[in-house]
């Protein structure tokens, strides 16, 4: 899914992925399909935790834009070395500028998805791994190849605010929760 330059959402997720990458790329096809933005990712940076097993993020683009705000995107790839989630994630340390950008991206995937096929407001869900914070708002929509959350993430500690996207392979997500 991209902006372009006139603020309009446009679809780029069939056959499933991201922009120019598709679900079970490695990581040199993830690199020629995005020639000089991607960059490799800092090794202690590298591992996330993605559906209750860890994939790695070898690669980032460290600045995307999406209306004027900037996003680090990590693409995570699991196992044979496969991309299987795309997660861009806000790069601000203003919380109201955190708490506008997650309710116009809720807007704009609302209008261009229909509504949410799954959301929780719930601080009980504990802590994200990736942002070392309480979960406070998601958003999902369920795509044919692929499944996007939104969410907001407000850490316990500092009150620090923190917006993220995820764009999942449904293959691996159904693996994923196969196993709960």
């Not at 096809?29 to 800092?42: D, G, I, L």
């Not at 969410?151 to 995820?166: K, L, M, T, W």
Request: charged share 25%; proline share 3%; glycine share 8%.
């Amino acid at each position: 899914m991209i902006w372009s330059e006139t603020g309009c959402l446009k679809d780029n997720l069939s056959p499933g992925g991201w922009e120019n990458a598709r679900w079970g790329m490695n990581e040199e096809q993830v690199t020629r399909a995005f020639k000089e933005q991607v960059t490799p990712v800092n090794p202690d940076d590298a591992a996330m935790a993605e559906g209750g097993k860890s994939a790695q993020s070898a690669l980032q683009i460290p600045k995307f834009d999406i209306d004027g705000r900037k996003f680090r995107v990590h693409f995570l790839f699991g196992s044979g070395h496969k991309l299987e989630t795309v997660q861009l994630l806000l790069l601000s340390d203003n919380p109201y500028l955190a708490d506008a950008t997650f309710k116009d991206l809720e807007a704009k995937l609302a209008e261009k998805y229909g509504p949410v096929a799954f959301k929780s407001d719930d601080d009980s869900l504990g802590r994200s791994l990736l942002f070392r914070g309480a979960l406070s708002s998601t958003r999902g929509w369920k795509l044919s190849a692929t499944t996007i959350e939104l969410g907001y993430y407000r850490a316990s500690q500092d009150g620090e605010r923190h917006v993220g996207i995820r764009y999942i392979s449904n293959e691996v997500r159904n693996q994923s929760t196969k196993r709960l």
